[in-house]
């Protein structure tokens, strides 16, 4: 009886190696990039943390089908390599030979890919089931209301063109007092020069006395 125990627990990772097998029909290759998301504070990838993974894909798996028979037996992993990548498989609780298809799997894990992607403070990029499209994140909500922010542009147009056509009137009326003073001084030029002779120059002296006329005038005044 002993022996028979002692054989089938020896033959129990023997099946489980058989049953996870890279590139699988219901198999999945998981990369993680602990390094490039945490630096300085990355996590050794050991035993234990293989066994949290396990224990997540079982709560997804749980989650998923609504059945508590998912356990982290039913996970198994395997080729895992030291750059931390390896692939995995979920058994059927109820039968240890037959696996979970993969679609199931995949509708599983993305149904809970925020939680498994908390539980190792990774994201959709450094936590990587090749083969699953990463999950979309919700639409960001804005802090302000749509229509308050659609006002406030249009207040901005509005402010922006009564600036505008506040300048420009500016300017014009500026351009206008120029060409008023312009044609001002122009028009006192006109008024000063006469026959080319300015009016101020002829106002600042006596005059010229002709003899001939002044001899005259002395004779008819003695008559």
């Known amino acids: 009886m002993l022996a028979r125990v002692l054989l089938a627990l020896s033959l129990v990772p023997a099946l489980a190696q058989a049953l996870c097998q890279p590139d699988g029909q219901d ?17 050794e990838w050991n035993e234990s943390e293989q066994f949290l993974f396990r224990a997540t894909l079982a709560f997804a798996m749980r989650k998923y089908t609504g059945q508590e028979t998912f356990n982290v037996s039913s996970v198994i992993v395997c080729d ?4 931390v990548s390896f692939w995995f498989v979920v058994t059927n609780p109820n039968d240890t030979a037959t696996l ?4 199931a799997v995949e509708e599983a894990i993305r149904l809970s890919r925020n939680r498994i992607n908390s539980a190792f403070l ?25 229509w308050l922010i659609v006002f406030g542009v249009v207040m901005g147009i509005v402010t922006t063109g009564i600036l505008a056509l506040i300048i420009i009137g500016f300017i014009q009326r500026k351009k206008k007092e120029k060409t008023i003073e312009d044609e001002d001084e122009e028009e006192k030029q006109e008024r000063i020069m006469e026959n080319g002779i300015s009016c101020e120059t002829l106002e600042g002296k006596d005059g010229v006395n002709n003899g001939a ?11």
Do not use: C
């Open 80 to 83: 895992e390599t030291p750059r």
């Open 100 to 103: 979970i298809p993969k679609n």
């Open 27 to 43: 198999a999945y290759k998981v990369r993680l990039s602990i390094k490039t998301a945490l630096g300085a504070n990355a996590y």
């Open 122 to 146: 990774l994201s959709d990029k450094t936590l990587q089931f090749l083969g699953i499209p990463p999950t979309l994140a919700p639409p960001s909500q804005p802090s302000l209301p749509v």
């Open 213 to 223: 006329y002044s001899h005259d005038e002395d004779r008819l005044t003695q008559l």
